[in-house]
Protein backbone atom coordinates (compact mmCIF):
# COMPACT_ATOMS: atom_id res chain seq x y z
CA UNK A 1 0.00 0.00 0.00
CA UNK A 2 1.46 3.48 -0.97
CA UNK A 3 1.50 6.44 0.87
CA UNK A 4 -1.19 8.31 -0.62
CA UNK A 5 -3.54 4.67 0.10
CA UNK A 6 -2.00 4.30 3.77
CA UNK A 7 -3.12 8.48 4.27
CA UNK A 8 -6.44 8.02 3.00
CA UNK A 9 -7.35 4.63 4.79
CA UNK A 10 -5.72 6.76 8.25
CA UNK A 11 -8.07 9.48 7.35
CA UNK A 12 -11.27 7.13 7.06
CA UNK A 13 -10.59 5.73 10.55
CA UNK A 14 -10.20 9.01 12.40
CA UNK A 15 -13.42 10.28 10.57
CA UNK A 16 -15.37 7.02 11.60
CA UNK A 17 -14.00 7.28 15.20
CA UNK A 18 -15.00 11.14 15.31
CA UNK A 19 -18.29 10.33 13.91
CA UNK A 20 -19.26 7.46 16.79
CA UNK A 21 -17.88 9.49 19.36
CA UNK A 22 -20.24 12.60 18.50
CA UNK A 23 -22.88 10.87 19.67
CA UNK A 24 -24.29 13.16 23.04
CA UNK A 25 -25.96 11.10 25.70
CA UNK A 26 -28.71 13.44 27.09
CA UNK A 27 -29.91 12.92 30.51
CA UNK A 28 -33.66 14.39 30.58
CA UNK A 29 -36.28 12.18 29.75
CA UNK A 30 -37.94 8.56 30.92
CA UNK A 31 -36.22 5.59 31.55
CA UNK A 32 -36.83 2.30 32.99
CA UNK A 33 -34.32 0.02 34.96
CA UNK A 34 -33.71 -3.98 34.41
CA UNK A 35 -35.84 -4.35 37.40
CA UNK A 36 -38.86 -2.15 35.95
CA UNK A 37 -38.17 0.87 37.87
CA UNK A 38 -39.40 4.03 35.88
CA UNK A 39 -37.88 7.53 36.58
CA UNK A 40 -38.40 10.67 34.64
CA UNK A 41 -35.98 13.17 34.44
CA UNK A 42 -36.40 17.10 33.87
CA UNK A 43 -34.69 18.97 31.09
CA UNK A 44 -31.19 20.37 32.82
CA UNK A 45 -30.20 23.77 34.02
CA UNK A 46 -27.23 25.24 32.86
CA UNK A 47 -25.39 24.48 36.14
CA UNK A 48 -26.54 20.84 35.23
CA UNK A 49 -29.55 20.41 38.06
CA UNK A 50 -32.26 18.31 37.58
CA UNK A 51 -35.56 17.08 39.26
CA UNK A 52 -37.72 14.17 38.77
CA UNK A 53 -40.04 11.67 40.03
CA UNK A 54 -38.99 7.68 40.35
CA UNK A 55 -40.99 4.61 40.20
CA UNK A 56 -40.10 1.66 42.06
CA UNK A 57 -41.45 -1.70 41.79
CA UNK A 58 -38.65 -2.78 43.96
CA UNK A 59 -39.48 -1.30 47.06
CA UNK A 60 -42.93 -0.20 47.00
CA UNK A 61 -45.65 -2.28 48.68
CA UNK A 62 -46.97 -4.37 45.42
CA UNK A 63 -50.55 -2.69 45.76
CA UNK A 64 -49.00 1.26 46.13
CA UNK A 65 -45.96 1.68 43.59
CA UNK A 66 -45.58 5.60 44.33
CA UNK A 67 -44.27 8.15 42.50
CA UNK A 68 -40.84 9.70 44.49
CA UNK A 69 -39.55 13.21 44.36
CA UNK A 70 -35.68 12.78 43.10
CA UNK A 71 -33.01 15.21 42.91
CA UNK A 72 -29.15 15.62 41.53
CA UNK A 73 -26.80 17.16 38.98
CA UNK A 74 -24.98 16.54 35.83
CA UNK A 75 -21.45 17.15 35.57
CA UNK A 76 -20.43 19.19 32.71
CA UNK A 77 -23.76 19.15 31.12
CA UNK A 78 -22.90 20.96 28.32
CA UNK A 79 -19.34 19.39 27.74
CA UNK A 80 -19.41 16.59 27.95
CA UNK A 81 -20.37 13.20 25.40
CA UNK A 82 -21.15 10.70 27.96
CA UNK A 83 -21.73 12.64 31.53
CA UNK A 84 -21.30 11.04 34.82
CA UNK A 85 -24.17 12.31 37.02
CA UNK A 86 -25.60 11.81 40.55
CA UNK A 87 -29.33 11.81 42.37
CA UNK A 88 -31.31 11.26 45.16
CA UNK A 89 -34.41 9.55 46.05
CA UNK A 90 -36.74 10.29 48.84
CA UNK A 91 -38.73 7.57 49.26
CA UNK A 92 -42.61 8.27 49.89
CA UNK A 93 -43.96 5.20 51.36
CA UNK A 94 -40.55 4.61 53.73
CA UNK A 95 -38.50 6.13 56.32
CA UNK A 96 -35.21 5.65 53.77
CA UNK A 97 -33.26 7.75 50.91
CA UNK A 98 -31.18 6.68 48.00
CA UNK A 99 -28.53 7.76 46.33
CA UNK A 100 -27.46 7.07 42.61
CA UNK A 101 -23.89 7.97 40.97
CA UNK A 102 -23.29 6.96 37.63
CA UNK A 103 -22.84 7.42 33.66
CA UNK A 104 -24.88 8.30 30.91
CA UNK A 105 -23.46 6.48 27.44
CA UNK A 106 -24.41 6.24 24.17
CA UNK A 107 -23.63 3.00 21.63
CA UNK A 108 -22.66 2.73 18.16
CA UNK A 109 -26.03 2.51 17.14
CA UNK A 110 -27.01 5.63 19.53
CA UNK A 111 -29.08 3.67 22.12
CA UNK A 112 -28.40 5.57 25.29
CA UNK A 113 -28.20 3.31 28.73
CA UNK A 114 -27.32 4.99 31.84
CA UNK A 115 -24.97 2.43 33.95
CA UNK A 116 -25.24 3.50 38.13
CA UNK A 117 -24.49 2.14 41.47
CA UNK A 118 -26.48 2.96 44.40
CA UNK A 119 -26.66 3.05 48.39
CA UNK A 120 -30.38 2.80 49.71
CA UNK A 121 -30.46 3.90 53.83
CA UNK A 122 -33.44 2.85 55.71
CA UNK A 123 -33.63 4.27 59.32
CA UNK A 124 -33.08 1.99 62.45
CA UNK A 125 -33.77 1.92 65.43
CA UNK A 126 -30.00 2.05 67.29
CA UNK A 127 -26.57 2.22 66.53
CA UNK A 128 -26.32 -0.75 67.57
CA UNK A 129 -28.43 -2.06 64.17
CA UNK A 130 -26.55 0.48 61.67
CA UNK A 131 -24.88 -2.90 60.37
CA UNK A 132 -28.17 -3.56 58.61
CA UNK A 133 -29.10 0.19 57.46
CA UNK A 134 -27.08 0.67 54.21
CA UNK A 135 -27.38 -1.16 50.98
CA UNK A 136 -25.41 -1.19 47.41
CA UNK A 137 -26.55 -2.44 44.41
CA UNK A 138 -26.05 -1.38 40.40
CA UNK A 139 -28.78 -0.82 37.91
CA UNK A 140 -28.68 -0.29 34.28
CA UNK A 141 -31.03 2.13 32.55
CA UNK A 142 -32.86 2.40 29.66
CA UNK A 143 -34.64 4.89 27.49
CA UNK A 144 -38.31 4.67 27.11
CA UNK A 145 -39.14 5.89 23.31
Known amino acids: MGKIGFSLLLVLALVTVGTSSE ?3 V ?3 SWKSSLGCRMVISELSKAGAFSGSYHSVAM ?18 NQKEQPTFGFTVKWQFSESVSVFVGQCF ?9 Q ?13 ADWEATRVGTNIFTRIK
Open 60 to 77: APKADILSSPLHGVQHNA
Open 116 to 128: TTWLLRKEVGSPG
Open 106 to 114: TDDQGEETL
Open 23 to 25: RKC
Open 27 to 29: LSG
